[in-house]
């Protein structure tokens, strides 16, 4: 079985500026959480979807956003990027068939803000 | 907030030596989990505890649940180069697959 992969895997972007991640989960998988990675904060639940509706939310802005696909590919986007997005966007894929939640993560994007 | 504290935050030990890793939170877990994470890649999930006092082993790991779901440690036995990581620990206090992760450790095995 393909693991979740992530695209793209690094991106620098300008202040100001927008940003649309990508997620694809492993097949048969249908939630989809979303993670900021820094080193100051550590691991930071974003939100998570599952069959294409929002399960969950993290306690980031508005400026955080996702939405999930009928595939169950999600993508996250970011508007009026701040220097402090700079981070690793992980995301994570997990079975709604194990009553034990297990994540499954993917390689993650690098977002560098200038 | 949700809060879950590991202890050490670093650690750098010799090939061969034991060390434990611990994970704490004012909170009751519904469940809790290890990953571990390499440079450059995300968490690899290691396992995960459901049941107070429970103990799992996974070769030199080992990994225990309080009884009282609010802590966990992991030991390692004869560590290895290999062992190198930042080890995180999650938990979900709601049955909501809302995880709360802790603040990390970061291990380096010297050969």
């Known amino acids: 079985k393909a693991g979740v992969t992530q695209t793209p895997r690094y991106l620098i972007k300008t202040r100001g500026q927008q940003v649309t991640l990508s997620c694809s989960p492993i097949s048969g998988h249908r939630s989809v959480s979303w993670y900021q990675q820094t080193p100051g904060q550590g691991l930071q639940f974003l939100f998570e979807y599952f069959s294409e509706t929002q399960r969950n939310k993290g306690n980031f802005p508005g400026r955080f956003s996702g939405r999930q696909f009928s595939n169950s590919r999600s993508e996250m986007n970011v508007s009026t990027l701040e220097l402090g997005d700079s981070a690793l966007y992980l995301c994570?894929?997990?079975?709604?068939?194990?009553?034990?939640?297990?994540?499954?993560f993917g390689p993650g994007t690098r977002l560098t803000v200038t | 907030t949700q809060l879950l504290e590991q202890s050490p935050q670093f650690l750098s030990i010799q090939e061969g030596e034991n060390l434990t890793v611990y994970c704490n939170s004012s909170s009751v877990f519904s469940s809790l989990q290890w990953y571990r994470q390499e440079p450059g890649e995300g968490p690899v999930l290691l396992v995960t505890?459901?049941?107070?006092?429970e103990v799992k082993k996974l070769k030199r790991l080992t990994f225990q649940f309080g009884d009282a779901r609010k802590d966990s440690s992991l030991h390692i036995t004869a560590a290895q180069p290999g062992d190198t990581g930042l080890y995180l620990c999650a938990g979900d206090t709601s049955g909501t697959y809302k995880y709360i992760f802790g603040t990390g450790t970061r291990l380096k095995v010297l050969a």
């Open positions: 994570a894929s997990s079975s709604p068939d194990t009553w034990i939640y297990e994540q499954y």
């Open positions: 505890v459901v049941t107070g006092g």
